[in-house]
């Protein structure tokens, strides 16, 4: 009985001093990439979280014009309009294994399956034995992990042989 005791009296403990972001869901999906949600996280949301973005312009993505914001070389997402929403984040890429956030904390961004920015090509076909290869310069590939049906995309960007970064991202703007 007292060994219970003391075990459940280091389990409390612990989980006092567990950093915030411990519980935090790292996860990066074609809906979602850790707390940024597709449709619902907007760009104030983003400034709360991570400051005031490097940059932000208007760009056009396929047919229309969206929002461009980029924290540095970590983080980049593009926001269209969202009746009742605002600008909403629609594609989310995250170029660095590990991103931080005043209001998530560290944020180790993964996929479902395990994949993370930096991991090699090998581990990515692994993970993802069906995924879709397409070819965007000499050195860059890009690859589709989830195929099928006409619905939001989960791309790997690689290059010389590394996942240099994590997208997710409508089937298409127009």
């Known amino acids: 009985m007292k060994r219970l005791s003391v075990m459940l009296a280091a389990l409390v403990l612990g989980a006092m001093v567990l950093p915030a972001s411990a519980g935090s869901d790292d996860r990066f999906t074609k809906h979602r990439a850790g707390p940024i949600r597709n449709n619902k996280t ?5 400034k709360d979280w991570f400051g005031e973005p490097d940059s932000i312009e208007r760009v056009r993505r396929g047919c229309i014009k969206v929002w461009r914001a980029k924290w540095g070389s970590r983080l980049r997402v593009y926001a269209w309009k969202v009746p009742y929403v605002g600008r909403a984040v629609a594609e989310t890429w995250v170029n660095r ?3 931080t956030s005043d209001e998530h904390g560290t944020l180790r961004m993964h996929t479902r399956r395990g994949l993370r920015v930096g991991n090699s090509v090998t581990r990515l076909k692994n993970l993802y034995p069906k995924a879709e290869r397409h070819r965007f ?7 589709q992990l989830l195929t099928g049906a006409v619905a939001p995309r989960l791309i790997a960007h690689t290059r010389n042989g590394e996942v240099i970064a994590l997208v997710n991202a409508p089937y298409e703007y127009c």
């Open 137 to 143: 310069n000499k050195n860059t590939r890009w690859w």
């Open 42 to 46: 907007t760009i104030g949301d983003l």
């Open 97 to 99: 294994r590990k991103i």
